[in-house]
């Protein structure tokens, strides 16, 4: 297996054909992955993500904490081997962001992940973010985060969505989301090995696979490599 760093625009056609969300975050470190027969099979790919605050709980500044917001891949990196190649570009980041210290990524319940990929890999588990909030509403049937209402001009509020676009619009009710840690120097291990709970359970089978990240916010596993 090979790493290298990835363009924008190779982040970009794996983001829209590989990974569910069809969308590309902002974009601090992306690598390329190639497989054994040097193959091409998508990228990884680290950023500041959505929440300005990722670094405040550990007492940093934003960019000594990163997150892990996409994994975009085709299946060709082979069962069990997307887990070496995450494991790969931490290597690859710890020289890349020497001043990272942390890095953070999510599991999304709504989306039947229990982060069995940053299991694998040793991350900590840190517990369940958001159960319950509104993270998104339905609008003519289909599932709508904030943002794309924000980058139409529409309001997050379910009543003027019933009164100007869907009468029948609903709200979203988030199962939450499963969040794991990974420090990258030993003082933060210290830190963070206090925080560590149990894993939650998961599908064993999905390991080798992520996002998010989250739609928004974190990785999840690509169709390819669900089937």
């Known amino acids: 297996m090979r790493i290298s760093k990835a363009t924008y625009e190779a982040s970009e056609y794996a983001c829209t054909h590989f990974h569910y ?9 992306s690598f390329n992955v190639f497989n054994d027969d040097d193959e091409w099979c998508g990228v990884i790919i680290y950023g500041s993500g959505a929440n300005m605050c ?5 007492d940093k500044w934003q960019g000594q904490v990163l997150e892990l917001v996409r ?6 990196q082979g069962h069990g081997n997307t887990s070496r190649a995450l494991s790969l570009t931490l290597k690859q980041m710890k020289k890349s962001k020497p001043w990272c210290d942390l890095i ?12 069995t990929l940053y299991q ?16 998104a509403y339905i609008i003519n049937g289909k599932k ?8 139409k001009g529409w309001k997050a509020s ?8 869907d009468p029948n619009a609903e709200e979203f009710i988030t199962k939450g989301k499963h969040k794991y840690i990974y420090p990258m120097t030993k003082a933060m291990r210290a830190r963070v090995d206090i925080l560590a709970k149990p894993y939650p359970c998961g599908n064993r089978s999905a390991i ?3 996002s998010s990240q989250m739609g928004e916010g974190g990785v999840t596993p690509t169709l390819p490599l669900q089937l």
């Not at 953070?104 to 982060?115: E, K, M, P, R």
């Not at 379910?158 to 676009?165: A, D, R, T, V």
Request: glycine fraction near 8%; hydrophobic fraction near 35%.
């Open 21 to 29: 969300s069809k969308a590309t975050p902002v974009i601090s470190d």
């Open 54 to 58: 990722l670094a405040d709980p550990y």
């Open 71 to 76: 994994v975009a891949l085709n299946g060709k």
């Open 104 to 115: 953070v990524s999510y599991a999304d319940l709504d989306q039947n992940h229990a982060g």
């Open 120 to 135: 694998a890999t040793n991350w900590t588990y840190t517990g369940l973010k958001n159960e319950g909030d509104i993270s």
């Open 144 to 151: 709508t985060h904030r943002k794309t209402l924000y980058g």
């Open 158 to 165: 379910l009543l003027w969505l019933k009164e100007h676009i």
């Open 208 to 210: 080798g696979q992520p």
